[in-house]
């Protein structure tokens, strides 16, 4: 298991676990952020990052990566 931030650009990867408190975990799920989907990172701008989750594109925080688990 590695944080989002370490995987490869165009790779896909499975979310494996959510880290964090129980409140940033709620608003990261909500983002579409869950345990067992898909997530595939496009590009990084600065650290952060954009990527394919559920059939949409998000841009998250690097603080946010560093939280979800591949």
């Known amino acids: 298991?590695?944080?989002?931030?370490?995987?490869?650009?165009?790779?896909?990867?499975?979310?494996?676990?959510?880290?964090?408190?129980?409140?940033?975990?709620?608003?990261i799920e909500s983002l579409g952020f869950v345990v067992?989907?898909?997530?595939k990172i496009i590009s990084t701008i600065k650290g952060n990052l954009i990527v394919n989750v559920k059939e949409s594109r998000v841009a998250i925080s690097k603080e946010i990566a560093n939280k979800i688990m591949v």
């Open 1 to 27: 298991m590695m944080p989002l931030t370490l995987a490869k650009i165009g790779e896909d990867n499975i979310i494996k676990k959510i880290g964090g408190k129980a409140e940033y975990k709620k608003f």
């Open 36 to 39: 067992g989907v898909n997530v």
